[in-house]
Structures are given as structure tokens and as C-alpha cells.
């Protein structure tokens, strides 16, 4: 997909994640504070309809009593529930914290975002895409440039019960003070349909002025 095309998609998945998020005023917490996630199943209405459908279905069989149909309802529900479940609890205890809030460096300077990703689920996340994007004061190493902000997005996997340090690297391209303004992160669904689409509830706090370089 174009990135400016993804860009647009995500946008829009993400106008309504905030949407369900009703009354709440939007901030920024340190990093010794954590919001939690504003989550998004893809096709969660579907999803639910099928297992609805499917439970009508495995009680028909018993009242039938057709043993085959009965085994089969059984082992696709159970495979549908399971699916589910998987995509509405494998990020309620993943957290992320930025270890340097604040850098002060010179344009051509190279950096480091530091992130601590902590997930404290037994569930695995087997397919994970981080996206952030900052100001254009700078540029992260294979990152994009966009329109009105430079993103980098990356994927990911982690077991459970475990914690990972993270470092991005950047390089400061001109004078200024550039914050971050995007970070979501999908998962892809183990059992292999559906996606779950999660947005840190409040701005994380990072920070980084740009000074010029003197020149001799």
C-alpha cells in the first residue's frame, strides 16, 4: 500500500477509536504513569454474530442429536471464541514507556528513542506493527517522510510475561522542537482472522530541541 494511502486508512481507524472514548479529556503522562490502550477489534460486530450464529447452531445439533454436526459446531465455536478472545485480551497488559523524555542534540546529531515494552499477558503477540511519527525536526533510520510528520513503523513479537528494550535510532535534520505525536500499534490475531487497532489514550511525553549547528 502507498504510504500516503495507509496513512489516510489509519487516520480514519483511528478518529474512530477516539470516538468510543466519550467525555474524556486527552493529556500528556510521564513515564512513570501508564493510561492503558484505546483498542479496536476489526469486524468486532461480525465477529460476535458468528459465535452467536454458531452456539444456535451447536443447540440445534443437540436437539437433532446428529453427533457429527453436534462435534463440529462444537470444535468451530470453540476455535471462534478462542479468536476472540485472543484479540480482546492480548493487549489489555501491554505497556510501553519512553526511558528519555527529554534530548537536547545539534542538526546532524544522532539519537535514540528508547522504548520499554512490558507485556505482562501469558498471551504471545506473534504479529505486532508499532507506528510512530514525530515533527520533522527529525528522521528516524528507515523511517518515511510525510506531508506533515515523519513515521517509522516497524514489526514486532513478544512471548508472554516479558519485558524488551527497544532503540530507535535518528538523526536531527533542522532547527526546532520535535514531539511525538502518533503511536499506535496493530496485532494481528493468532488464530489468523481479524486485527485488533490500539492508540495510547494520552500523548506520550517526548521531547527533542534542535539547536544549529555553528558554523566555522
Not at 462435534?71 to 476455535?79: K, P, R, V
Not at 506531508?147 to 513478544?158: A, D, V, Y
Amino acid at each position: 500500500m502507498d504510504p500516503n494511502q495507509y496513512d489516510l486508512h489509519m487516520k480514519t481507524r483511528l478518529e474512530r477509536i477516539k470516538q468510543r472514548v466519550k467525555g474524556k479529556k486527552s493529556g500528556t503522562y510521564s513515564n512513570a504513569e501508564w493510561s492503558g490502550w484505546v483498542q479496536q477489534i476489526e469486524n468486532e460486530r461480525g465477529l460476535r454474530m458468528m459465535n452467536a450464529i454458531l452456539f444456535l447452531l451447536l443447540s440445534t445439533s443437540f436437539f437433532l442429536g446428529s453427533t457429527p454436526l453436534i462435534f463440529l459446531f462444537f470444535a468451530i465455536l470453540t476455535y471462534m471464541w478462542g479468536n476472540f478472545y485472543y484479540l480482546t485480551h492480548v493487549a489489555k497488559k501491554l505497556e510501553i514507556h519512553i526511558l528519555e523524555e527529554k534530548l537536547k542534540l545539534f542538526t546532524e546529531d544522532e539519537g535514540m528513542l528508547r522504548l520499554r515494552i512490558t507485556h505482562n499477558s501469558l498471551l504471545p503477540i506473534f504479529f505486532g506493527k508499532l507506528r510512530l511519527g514525530t515533527d520533522k525536526n527529525i528522521l528516524f533510520q528507515h523511517g518515511e517522510e510525510q506531508i506533515h510528520m515523519n513515521q517509522l513503523h516497524f514489526n514486532f513479537h513478544q512471548v508472554g510475561r516479558s519485558q524488551w528494550e527497544v532503540v530507535l535510532p535518528f538523526t536531527a535534520v533542522k532547527r526546532g522542537v520535535a514531539q511525538l505525536h502518533l503511536f499506535d500499534m496493530e496485532i494481528d490475531s493468532f488464530f489468523g482472522w481479524g486485527k485488533v487497532y490500539l492508540q495510547t489514550r494520552d500523548k506520550m511525553q517526548f521531547e527533542v530541541m534542535v539547536y544549529p549547528r555553528k558554523r566555522r
